[in-house]
Every structure is written in C-alpha cells, then in structure tokens.
C-alpha cells in the first residue's frame, strides 16, 4: 500500500502496516497538521477548537516549550549517567510543588511506565503482592497497567481480573450504589474498599498498594465524594498497603483550586504518577514518592531508563512548569472552568436530556441520560453528538463505561469566549435531539 497523501491512502496504511488495534476518531476521520493555543488545523487550514486534548496542557505549540526543546535538542541529549543541571533543576522545580514528604522523583516516559513503576515500587516497599484498583479505571497499557486497568480486563478482549487484583466499587455520585457527594456516600464507597482488605487479610495475603486517579478520568469524569480518599488511605496504610494516586490525567493545575488533584481530597498520597500534560506531548513522566520507599527500592539491582530524565525531556518539562506559573494557568482553569459549568448547568435547565453536569476547573463531565429517574444511558445520542460538534468545528470524545458522557479537557488555553463557543453549539445539537 502506498501511505500517499489522502486520508483514504493513510487509512489504509495505518491498517495494513500499522496494526489493526490503532483506532481513529471520528465516523470520517480528520488529517490534523498543526496545532497552536487550543486550536488544531486540518490540511486544508479549517480551524477546530481542541476540547479533549489535555495533553497539550499550556496549548500546543506553545512557543517557550517549543524553543526549550529546540535549543536543548541542539545541544545535547544524552542518557543519566552523566551528571547534567537540567534534571536537578527540573526534578528541584517539579517536587516544590508537592507535599514534603515526596521528595524523590524518578523520570520516565509515559504514563504507563510511571504506574509500573509505581507497582514496583510498592511491592519492594510493603512486600505486599495484592492491588486494589477502582472498578472503570485505566491505568496504562503495559502487562502490569492492563491488569490493573477494569476498563481493559473486563471489557472486550479481556481476561478479568487477575489472581492478585481486587476490584473496589467506583465512588461515583451520580450513578453508582451510593449517591450524592456527602459524607454518608463517601463512607459507604469506603467501606467497600474495607470489605475487599479484611477478605485479603482472611487469604492471608497482603496488600500492596491501593491505585486510584484522584478524578476518575476513563471511569467516566467522575468526582469522588469529599472525605472518600481520606478513609479509603488510612484503610489501605493500616493494612500495610502504601496508596497511589494516579495523576496522569487530571495534575498540573487543571483542577483550578489546586496543582494537584489529590490535594482537593486533602491526602498525601506515597506515591504520585504524573504523565500526559507534564511534557505538553513530549513523552515524559514521573513517579514522585518518599525517602523510604525510594531507599525500600535499593535491592541491588540497578534501575535504568534510557530516555527518562534526558536533559532534552527535562528542559521541557521546566518550560511546562514555567509557562503554568507565568499564564497563572491554575487561576485560569478555576475561573474558565467555573464560568463554563454555570452555563451547562443553565442548559441542563433547558434540556432532560442532561442528567449530570461536574467537574473541577477545566475537568469536566456532561452525562446524557434518557431519563432523568432510571438514568438509561443516551449512548447514541452522546456519540451523534459528538459528530454534530466536529461539524461545527469543536472536537471532543465520549466516556464512561456506556459513552454517555461527554468528556471535556481542554489545552488550558481554553478561553472564556471558547466555553461560549462550545455553549452555544451544544443548545443548537440538544435542540436538533429532541
Ligand atoms: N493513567 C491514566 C489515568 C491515563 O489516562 C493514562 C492514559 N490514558 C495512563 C495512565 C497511561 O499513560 P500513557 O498512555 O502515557 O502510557
């Protein structure tokens, strides 16, 4: 197959030489070519308004990060085995932002590797072999990630749960067993968590560690109830597991009120993993821990990542910190994110079809129901929707495990006037739904 230039030509690339499993969005896919702010540009030049891309934290393309990465790249990359500024002042840079007793990082390069590691980490440390994941969750798409992941063993091509893996209920306010974000729920979810550590404790096992998103993003958008992380860590720590917060997806600022989402649960987590945005779609992560279960990780044998913490990774990585600090992106995410939700909730007024709008800054889930009392998920029209936006130039996807949810994470470039923007469009597909 020759890739060519059309769509058609790439698609059937992509197909033959690329792996079957490499999926696309979108009924008629898109060729996108460029990208700045929060905009994305198709090979004709059409303008689309990037909704979905939390990667792309500070904007894409944005230029500090672009020259960062351009000049380091010029100059030199090289692996960690010689000493460079670069990874101490990014590493410097990157733990003032946490709680004191995270005071190591270690660097890596995607999400998934980052919760490997995390696991690794933990089973040194606790030398605990059980995992206790949230029902829904993705973690990553290694051995480990998809063993821990819900959403991959329990769906389509999946093998259940492993031997040492425990599912938790998902704390989910709107739809789960408990509802409502009150203390009531939040103990009720945790008593769950409970329920799985004294069964793992009668087998006579121990846990390892305990993984959760501090939002749970692929789960469906969903917003734990206060007090749950709370609970659910002091469980996990007094059966001598250690508790890992996942925050791939939802760090850095995005939740408006703080620059990491497990701060809005008022815990300290033992173990942090950061991804996505950390790079603004450069592949990086990291795994931020404690001095114990850093030196619990000294066993002799070495650890070693070829690309984690080259001095080209670790430049941009401190532009994306220094570009959130300079644009005040945090405060931004508050108030943009603020001011979008009142307006979805003014049209949840107008239209049944929306049962559930929440979020935290500029995280967002709009969950469409048929209806409001048995909550039947609108999958069809979640997905018609979706295409009625990308005709109207806005892109987004679906969530949740029914894909009822319209998933809103948007570059921290969003604006006031994009939040009308997107407004504005959604009254004009709810309208053309009824
Ligand atoms: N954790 C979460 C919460 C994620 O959303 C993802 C990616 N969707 C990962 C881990 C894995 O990250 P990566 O794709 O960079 O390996």
């Known amino acids: ?67 960062a990465g351009q ?13 460079h500024d670069n990874i101490v002042n990014y590493a410097d ?6 709680p004191d007793e995270l005071s190591v990082c270690m660097l890596v390069n995607s999400g998934s590797e980052a919760n490997e590691l995390a ?15 949230v029902d829904g969750a993705y973690h990553g798409n290694t051995n480990a990630c998809i063993e821990a992941s819900p959403y991959k063993f329990d769906g389509p091509g999946g093998a259940g749960a492993a031997h040492y893996v425990h599912k938790v209920e998902l704390p989910d306010p709107y739809r789960g067993a408990y509802q409502g974000n009150t203390p ?10 409970a329920t799985t550590l004294s069964a793992i404790e009668k087998g006579n096992k121990k ?11 692929v789960a469906g958008q969903i917003i734990m109830p206060d007090g749950y992380l709370q609970q659910v860590y002091k469980q996990v720590r007094s059966a001598g597991g250690v508790c890992i917060a996942d925050e791939v997806q939802v760090g850095f600022g995005r939740v408006g009120t703080h620059m990491w989402a497990f701060e809005t649960q008022q815990v300290v987590p033992d173990i942090v993993t950061l991804g996505k945005p950390i790079g603004n779609g450069h592949p990086m992560a990291a795994v931020i821990t404690t001095q114990a279960i850093a030196d619990a990780f000294v066993n002799g044998m070495e650890y070693f990542n070829t690309f984690g913490g080259n001095p080209v990774s670790c430049a941009i990585g401190n532009a994306v910190l220094e570009v959130i600090e300079q644009e005040n992106l945090q405060q931004h995410a508050l108030e943009t994110g603020e001011y979008f939700m009142a307006q979805l909730r003014e049209v949840q007024q107008e239209f049944d079809l929306i049962g559930d709008v ?19 998920p609108a999958t069809d029209k979640t997905s018609e929707l979706v295409e009625f936006f990308k005709k109207h130039q806005i892109l987004l996807s679906t969530e949740g495990r029914y894909y009822n949810i319209l998933k809103i994470k948007p570059p921290l470039a969003f604006s006031k006037e994009n939040a009308d923007q997107f407004i504005k469009v959604l009254r004009m597909g709810l309208q053309g739904l009824r």
């Open 358 to 376: 929440r979020g935290l800054g500029l995280f967002i889930g709009v969950e469409l129901v048929e209806d409001r009392v048995t909550k039947e």
């Open 184 to 193: 009531a729920s939040a103990m009720s979810y945790a008593d769950s968590v």
């Open 1 to 67: 197959v020759d890739p060519g230039q059309s769509k058609s030509g790439i698609t059937q690339y992509r197909k033959k030489h690329l792996g079957k499993t490499l999926s696309l969005s979108y009924q008629q896919p898109l060729k996108i070519v460029r990208g700045q702010g929060a905009y994305l540009f198709d090979e004709h030049g059409k303008r689309y308004l990037d909704m979905v891309n939390n990667v792309c934290h500070v904007g894409h393309c944005h230029p500090k990060v672009v020259a």
């Open 93 to 98: 840079k990157l733990l003032a932002t946490m």
């Open 207 to 217: 846990p390892s560690a305990f993984i959760c998103e501090s939002l749970q993003g």
């Open 119 to 133: 696991f690794r980490l933990a089973k040194n440390y606790t030398q605990g072999t059980e995992l206790l994941v």
């Open 71 to 83: 000049q380091q790249m010029a100059k030199l990359n090289t692996n960690t085995r010689y000493l």
